[in-house]
């Protein structure tokens, strides 16, 4: 399995302003991705990081919103933009590794937003 | 339009008991169907997986059946435990670089 950390593991911010999700993997992965957990709900995709290009954002999701990079192989951010209340949520790093068609989880980015 | 239809939303067992979990799938393409546990305040763990190809599989006290003509595929839990509360959710793939699609998750609670 693949070993995925994220910092923050949780925030509380002021609306209105941005906070910069971070995940780390520990090794190469062909596929990055971040999704949106409402308590008690399902997963929301909300795009797939690829490297040295654009993420590809789901229906709903915006780049102005919700930008993400993918410098190398191993590494990715999301950056919740001008937040409002409505973002509060837990945000999920995942990585699917060459060859394996699985995916694994971060531990999360608890966001509470004032 | 949901791709992967889970059910029960929750489900309450006594400890030793064997709570089933159901998901059904309209995307034929879909060709890996993995099984998620979540723990409060962690991300969700990948539990047992199957591919179409096999009707059963089972590691250890969990055990994934699968019906392809049906389009559905199930989770039992064998001598459940207290320990094994926990929300479960289903997905699906289709190969060649695509997301995972999850069910909206049963939250599984056993009881002493």
């Known amino acids: 399995s693949a070993v995925i950390s994220q910092k923050p593991s949780r925030d509380i911010c002021q609306r209105g302003t941005s906070l910069t999700i971070q995940c780390q993997v520990d090794?190469?992965?062909?596929?990055m991705f971040w999704y949106r957990q409402q308590p008690g709900q399902s997963l929301t995709l909300i795009a797939t990081?690829?490297?040295?290009?654009?993420?590809?954002?789901e229906s709903g999701f915006v780049i102005d919103k919700f930008p993400i990079s993918r410098p190398n192989l191993t590494f990715s951010t999301l950056t919740v933009s001008n937040m409002s209340p409505e973002d509060s949520s837990i945000y999920l790093c995942?990585?699917?590794?060459?060859?394996?068609?699985?995916?694994?989880f971060g531990p999360g980015t608890r966001l509470l937003v004032l | 339009q949901q791709q992967v239809k889970q059910s029960p939303q929750s489900l309450i067992v006594q400890k030793g008991g064997i709570p089933i979990i159901n998901c059904a799938y309209e995307?034929?393409?879909?060709?890996?169907f993995p099984w998620y546990q979540q723990f409060p305040g962690k991300g969700p763990a990948l539990l047992i997986a199957?591919?179409?190809?096999?009707s059963e599989k089972k590691e250890g006290r969990f055990t994934i059946s699968f019906n392809k003509s049906a389009k559905q595929f199930s989770l039992h839990i064998m001598d459940s435990q207290p320990g094994d509360s926990a929300t479960y959710f289903c997905?699906?793939?289709?190969?060649?670089?695509?997301?995972?699609?999850f069910g909206k998750g049963t939250r599984l609670s056993v009881i002493a």
């Open positions: 995942s990585a699917e590794r060459r060859l394996q068609e699985t995916q694994y």
């Open positions: 090794s190469q992965v062909t596929m």
């Open positions: 990081a690829n490297q040295g290009s654009e993420a590809t954002y």
């Open positions: 995307n034929t393409a879909f060709d890996y």
């Open positions: 199957i591919r179409p190809d096999v």
């Open positions: 997905a699906a793939l289709r190969s060649g670089n695509t997301p995972l699609v």
